[in-house]
């Protein structure tokens, strides 16, 4: 077969129906290394677009693992192509790359872009560096491939032509090329994987020839400055040197296909090794051509949907659930006042709010309190019907008035004389045990009892003596 045998034979075949042949001369006899190297600036493209380069950043995928990154993606293309992309092999790599698709809230359009950028990127490269142009059967297949993946997929408004993806492409990168430090970091991180193919003192070189093939743009939106004019000059007659002299070589025989040779499986693959190590972890969801026969929908924008009625908190303007929003004169869930004991318990006693003595405050720097002190009756104090707050009566003891003492509708506290006995001492006169009485430097005013809520009674303070 001459050097352009099968270019003549791709002619007169019908890209519609012939278009995984074709595929196969392109990628592996005719251009394999010129298509290698567009679809590698296609990756770098694909890193121009911030909301890209920030998920690709995040997963740190190519940080910790770069080499194995870019063979994986090459290998799956690879594999979905290799015995038909209809064919069970091809259907379950499809599956494979929709599983790890899933984990991710991607939107549809920069799906789009990045189907675009594996059309029309090795089309350029081949078109500007190749050792011939791609024929019109040869760019029609490269459009029906990449429209055949989408749909597998599960990518809307996928283009049919590869008039469509080319001006699809360039109108996504005039919107959404920007720089962002993801982008340099992402970038930085495949330009270090590219340089590693080379030896140690060609590296540096490697990486400037890498960059010299960049238009200024994408070199704008990645953090890089534009290469000397002398070195993009240099670069771009080494390709054309390089395509010369493979214009001079026999073609490729039939028996020597050249596949790929991925540095991170040098002993092969299957495809259970490409992709991250939790993608295993992850069901396989049926492609969007073999759905149920309920007809629920499937593909990647799905694979991790919510259960039916489930709303997600950002799709909410407020950023809440709906359900704890507040309507009005309603209280929300959280502000209802909840039971601070068990249903069965006595409910806490509390003091009627009109038995509290009108003007009295908080003195002497007794804390303030929410509530009156509830009295409970201790174990050795007798039961007695009169309700809280009810004044004693005649019948029974009390103790001494002070001369300032309160009005008879309210309350008086029991007073003591100055030398009274230490706290917690029983009195014969009818005082119930449990009564602290207070051993306080005595005062003018009388002094409410503050605190917090407690089984043993207030302690009593008593009134300073009046003078005479």
Not at 56 to 62: H, K, N, P, S
Not at 273 to 300: F, I, N, V
Not at 445 to 467: C, D, L, M
């Amino acid at each position: 077969m001459g050097r352009y045998g099968r270019l003549a034979r791709m002619r007169q075949m019908d890209p519609q129906r012939d278009f995984e042949q074709i595929y196969r001369w392109i990628t592996q006899y005719e251009f394999p290394r010129d298509y290698l190297h567009g679809t590698s600036v296609a990756f770098l493209r694909d890193y121009g677009v911030p909301r890209i380069s920030r998920l690709l950043d995040r997963t740190q995928e190519f940080e910790r693992a770069g080499q194995k990154r870019y063979d994986d993606t090459v290998l799956i293309a690879y594999e979905m192509v290799r015995d038909g992309m209809d064919s069970e092999h091809g259907r379950a790599a499809a599956r494979h790359l929709n599983r790890i698709h899933g984990r991710y809230r991607i939107p549809n359009e920069d799906f789009l872009y990045v189907l675009a950028t594996t059309v029309v990127g090795p089309k350029r490269w081949i078109d500007r560096f190749g050792w011939r142009p791609l024929c019109a059967q040869e760019t029609e297949t490269l459009a029906l491939v990449g429209r055949r993946m989408g749909e597998m997929m599960g990518i809307s408004h996928v283009p049919a032509t590869y008039a469509e993806f080319e001006r699809m492409h360039d109108a996504y990168e005039r919107e959404m090329f920007a720089y962002d430090p993801a982008n340099r970091r992402v970038a930085a991180a495949t330009l270090r994987v590219m340089a590693a193919w080379y030896p140690a003192p060609l590296r540096r070189i490697a990486v400037r020839a890498s960059l010299a093939v960049l238009d200024e743009p994408l070199l704008r939106a990645l953090g890089f400055r534009p290469q000397p004019a002398w070195v993009r000059g240099l670069v771009h007659r080494a390709f054309r040197l390089r395509a010369a002299c493979v214009r001079l070589l026999p073609a490729r025989p039939e028996r020597f296909p050249r596949g790929p040779k991925p540095r991170t499986y040098p002993f092969g693959w299957t495809l259970d090794d490409l992709g991250p190590h939790w993608a295993q972890s992850r069901p396989l969801k049926p492609l969007r051509d073999e759905r149920p026969a309920d007809g629920t929908p499937t593909g990647p924008e799905v694979l991790d949907a919510e259960p039916p009625g489930a709303e997600r908190l950002d799709e909410h303007p407020s950023g809440t659930d709906p359900s704890r929003r507040k309507s009005p004169g309603q209280n929300p869930p959280e502000a209802r006042p909840l039971a601070t004991h068990p249903p069965s318990a006595e409910p806490p006693i509390q003091e009627p709010r009109d038995a509290e003595p009108p003007g009295d405050g908080p003195q002497d720097g007794q804390p303030p309190s929410a509530e009156p002190p509830v009295t409970r009756p201790s174990a050795a104090e007798p039961p007695t019907d009169r309700p809280p707050g009810a004044q004693p009566s005649s019948a029974e003891p009390s103790a001494q008035e002070p001369p300032d003492a309160e009005p008879p509708d309210a309350q008086p506290p029991v007073a003591d004389p100055p030398d009274a006995d230490p706290p917690c001492v029983e009195h014969p006169g009818g005082q119930p045990p449990g009564v602290e009485l207070s051993a306080r430097k005595p005062s003018g005013r009388r002094r409410r009892q503050g605190g917090s809520r407690s089984s043993a009674a207030p302690a009593v303070r008593a009134p300073r003596e009046e003078n005479p």
